[in-house]
């Protein structure tokens, strides 16, 4: 089933309060203030922005399923949310996208994303000056997360030295990475335990 077919029951309450998490997470671990312009690069149903949009200036909400986005669209009218831009598209292959932001974060994006180190460039453009990219992403796991996925190509999880190397190299500092959450989910008959990580790089 793609994003745009499960948009509609996205908002389960276990992801709410895992979103809780990571949104206070964000905030701990980056600079956030109401001078700041961000960007959530995937943003699905913009639990997470939704729950730092009072904190910032202004955010920009991007995402490649149209389903995701029409949720967004609601949730802005019907909470009254004037500082939040919405944007259908795929950074990964829009090179026409090149407006700047002072914070850049993701959630359980990158792991469906093949080239990691291509998209993680791609952002590093998008940061203003002393910006900073944040994503929050699986630690490496077997592939039972996503048993159930039929169609799913992307990584069973990342190890976190790796990603900390491709933050590097592609010219960030001020890297570092540690994981924060751990939860389980229900996968067919098993109960599967994974983990999250979070990293940010400065520009």
């Known amino acids: ?7 509609k029951e996205w908002d389960t309450e276990r992801r709410i309060s895992r979103t809780i998490i ?10 956030i203030n ?3 312009s961000a960007m959530e690069f995937g943003c699905g149903t913009g639990l997470i922005s939704f729950n ?3 904190r910032l200036k202004e955010i920009t909400l991007i995402d490649s399923s149209e389903g995701m986005l029409d949720i967004v669209k609601s949730k802005v009218e019907n909470y009254k949310v004037n500082n939040v831009v919405i944007k259908n598209l795929d950074i990964a ?16 994006v990158l792991h469906h994303i093949n080239d990691t180190q291509s998209i993680i460039s791609k ?10 990219l944040c994503i929050i992403d ?31 190299n592609t010219g960030f500092k001020e890297v570092t990475a540690h994981t924060f959450y751990v939860d389980t989910k229900d996968v067919g008959d098993e109960i599967v335990e994974y983990s999250l990580f979070i990293i940010k790089g400065k520009k």
């Open 52 to 54: 730092l949009h009072d």
């Open 138 to 168: 699986l630690n490496k796991e077997d592939g039972k997360f996503h048993r159930n996925e039929t169609g799913f190509q992307g990584h069973n999880g990342f190890n976190q030295d790796d990603i900390i190397r491709i933050f590097e």
């Open 22 to 31: 990571i949104a206070r997470e964000l905030e701990n671990f980056i600079p």
């Open 34 to 36: 109401k001078r700041l």
């Open 93 to 108: 292959t829009n090179n026409l996208f090149d407006e700047k932001y002072d914070i850049i974060y993701s959630s359980m």
């Open 123 to 132: 952002l590093y453009e998008l940061l203003n000056n002393e910006g900073y």
């Open 1 to 7: 089933m793609g994003f745009d077919e499960c948009a």
